[in-house]
């Protein structure tokens, strides 16, 4: 960057030296003024005292002519004595200083220093006067002596009275002579005087013409430039604008920045003040705390872009009728140096939302895409006839939810259809993590945690329903697209496949993969044995809801039984669980239906500190239950023990949904359960006379 120094020696070179000449012909003028005054001085002392030769020559012989008529001893006599010799003295020591320099008095009697003369014409005079004088000067001298008489004194007086018109004549021409010099010398200087005086007038015409001239070519570029700099402020999508110390925007700044903040701006604002209302608390201390960062020279810029934290930033701008609009702005900042030092810094604001909405598409376009390359992959990994039966079932699924949502017309039936839909989304989840089709899966996990805000409330609007309705039409879009695939699919594995396996053989490998995946997901190690021979022999009505009921049992066991390694280690029990899922017939013809892990157990004390937690009941009605009233509690619609919700657990609804398939196959609920040992859920199932049940008491090793 230009320093001042070169900018003046520059750009401004030649007002600066036209100044420098204005100032040197005024000086020189006053110098000039000061000389003349001081020579216009010496000159007129000069012409008086060359004057005043005249007057003393005249007085010598007055005085003489007085001493020689008076009585020697008189009084007339001496005073003329004394004025004489006073006289005498002065006209010599004025004759000799005006012919070789010196002190002379003046007409006061002061002391004053005469030039020597230097002028032929004066210097003729002086020579001539002091050749007359001479001679005067000794008989006046001697008439003034000791030994004087009245004959020297009348020599004396003859003598001076025949020189005295040509003394007084030459000292007249002394006088005319310096009077002419003088007014010779004050015309050439007033000729030099007014000669500086107009030089320094042109000089001065010059610097205004020329300053004007170049003021006016400055303004005109300036104002090019200031129009030009307005034309981009206005015409570019970026909102740029100057910050200082202060954090305050300068009075330049392009017009995009209004309209991007959507508020006037009137220059010298605060710019954290300007987002208060459209960001949030903690994105403002951040953009306080990094601006400041920017102002500290300690730290390299390079590293203040890599940090910068403000380059995606979600803002909310109000509505009409109490509605917000989200965007997405991005800042950035350059430093900007004067001198070596930071002065302002350069901000740069863009609207990114139509680039972030774009991002986001993309991302979940790609995600579709994976989805789908999974959901094929696991389509030619499982069974062609059992994806085909889960297809089925979810389907009808989604459609019985469709049908609650168009039959939920008050709030009233829409806190019921919340409650009706949540055990149907429940088990697709589980029928699609058992059967590998994980994007089904978190479709619904997705439905079930937009469901979950929704219960236990009673104000529930229809416009809360409109994201579920999304979710759903997505799920049975995907659906249709895995129908097409799974006829291809179908095709290939009938031409290459094996003949198809057992009922109990294909359950035992989906199990066992589901309890795996479940297990991976949450971090833990289990091993499923299972124990099905009579599946084969049952109807696919049964069949359908045993399967889904396993899933539950399955999932509820990794998800609340079976502790993580470490867990496990540390209080004695092998890293990996066990879970043992058995179906068998009894000799009366009942089916029973068991599945035990070997983990946490069911904690009397820790439903009650949920049930408490989670407001359901009070205190004094909590105590009030008995442990096996406790525990049957965990079979109530909407409660869990797991205060963290995750794909797998803390909605509440996997217990309802075993209760319900229990009761659809008229089957009784029963569970024993040791803490910190295991948990085993039973159900009995009347094979002959299926019908609704209420569960079987419940048992609780104490």
């Known amino acids: 960057m230009l320093s001042g120094k070169r900018v003046l020696g520059g750009k401004y070179a030649d007002i600066v030296l036209a100044i420098a000449l204005f100032l040197v012909f005024d000086l020189g003028v006053l110098m000039i003024n000061f000389y003349t005054s001081y020579q216009i001085s010496s000159e007129a002392v000069a012409i008086n005292l060359a004057g005043r030769q005249r007057m003393l020559s005249q007085r010598m012989t007055k005085d003489l002519l007085e001493m020689r008529t008076a009585t020697p001893a008189g009084q007339v006599y001496d005073n003329a004595r004394r004025e004489l010799i006073a006289t005498t003295m002065m006209f010599d020591t004025t004759l000799e200083a005006f012919y070789r320099g010196g002190q002379a008095a003046d007409t006061n009697g002061l002391p004053v220093m005469l030039a020597r003369l230097t002028d032929p014409r004066a210097r003729q005079i002086l020579e001539t006067s002091r050749g007359i004088w001479l001679p005067l000067k000794r008989a ?35 006088t005319t002579r310096l009077a002419g010099l003088a007014q010779a010398k004050a015309s050439h200087l007033r000729e030099i005087q007014t000669g500086g005086i107009v030089l320094a007038l042109l000089n001065f015409a010059f ?92 730290i390299r810029e390079r590293l203040t872009t ?35 030092m930071i002065s302002h810094v350069l901000g740069t604001l863009s609207d990114v939302t139509d680039q972030v909405r774009l991002e986001k598409e993309v991302e979940l376009a790609n995600k579709r895409s994976q989805e789908e390359v999974e959901l094929l992959v696991g389509l030619l990994k499982g069974d062609a006839s059992q994806t085909a039966a889960f297809m089925q079932k979810t389907e009808a699924g989604l459609l019985s939810v469709n049908e609650l949502l168009k039959g939920s017309h008050d709030a009233a039936s829409h806190v019921r259809t919340v409650e009706k839909i949540f055990p149907v989304i429940h088990t697709i989840k589980g029928d699609a993590f058992a059967v590998g089709i994980d994007a089904f899966g978190n479709m619904a996990h997705e439905v079930e945690k937009t469901l979950l805000p929704l219960r236990g409330v009673t104000a529930i609007a229809g416009t809360h329903f409109l994201p579920i309705t999304v979710l759903l039409n997505e799920m049975l879009a995907r659906i249709k697209l895995v129908r097409g695939l799974l006829d291809r699919v179908t095709d290939i594995q009938r031409s290459i496949a094996e003949p198809n396996a057992g009922t109990a053989e294909r359950w035992t490998q989906e199990f066992k993969a589901f309890a795996g995946r479940v297990a991976s997901d949450l971090h833990k190690r289990v091993e499923l044995e299972t124990t099905l021979p009579v599946l084969d022999d049952l109807p696919s009505s049964v069949l359908q809801k045993l399967r889904d009921m396993c899933i539950q049992l399955i999932r509820n066991a990794v998800a609340h039984g079976i502790e993580p390694a470490e867990a496990r280690l540390a209080s004695g029990k092998p890293a990996i669980g066990a879970i043992r899922l058995k179906l068998e017939r009894y ?84 569970l024993g359960t040791r803490p910190g040992q295991f948990a085993e859920f039973r159900v009995q199932l009347e094979m002959e006379n299926a019908r609704p049940s209420e569960p079987m008491p419940v048992r609780v090793a104490s």
């Not at 001697?142 to 003394?167: C, F, H, M, Q, Y």
């Not at 909605?651 to 609920?669: C, E, F, S, T």
Request: glycine residues 8%.
């Open 140 to 174: 006046i001298i001697a008439a003034n002596g000791p030994t004087a008489s009245a004959g020297t004194v009348k020599t004396a007086a003859t003598l001076l009275i025949e020189r005295n018109l040509t003394l007084l004549k030459l000292m007249n021409d002394l």
């Open 207 to 298: 610097i205004l013409f020329h300053f004007i001239r170049k003021l006016r070519r400055s303004d005109a570029e300036a104002e090019s430039a200031r129009r030009e700099t307005t034309e981009i402020l206005d015409t570019v999508n970026e909102g740029f604008f100057l910050l200082d110390r202060d954090m305050r925007i300068g009075s330049q700044y392009s017009k995009a920045l209004s309209k991007i903040i959507r508020k006037p701006l009137v220059g010298e604002e605060d710019f954290i003040r300007l987002f208060e209302d459209i960001a949030d608390a903690e994105t403002l201390g951040v953009a306080r705390e990094y601006l400041g960062l920017l102002f500290e020279d300690r």
């Open 306 to 340: 890599d940090l910068n934290p403000l380059e995606r930033v979600e803002v909310h701008f109000s509505r009409e009728g109490g509605a917000f609009e989200t965007r997405y702005l991005s800042l950035s900042f350059t430093r900007v140096y004067v001198d070596g």
């Open 587 to 670: 000799r009366t013809g009942e089916l029973h239906l068991s599945c035990r892990d070997d983990g946490r157990g069911i904690s009397p004390g820790r439903i009650r500190e949920s049930l408490l937690r989670a407001g359901r009941y009070t205190q004094a009605q909590l105590d009030e239950l008995s442990d096996k009233q406790i525990v049957m509690k965990i079979f109530e619609s909407g409660f869990s023990t797991n205060s963290d919700p995750d794909a797998h657990s803390g909605h509440g609804v996997g217990m309802d949904v075993i209760k319900q398939l229990a009761m659809a196959l008229g089957g009784r609920l029963g």
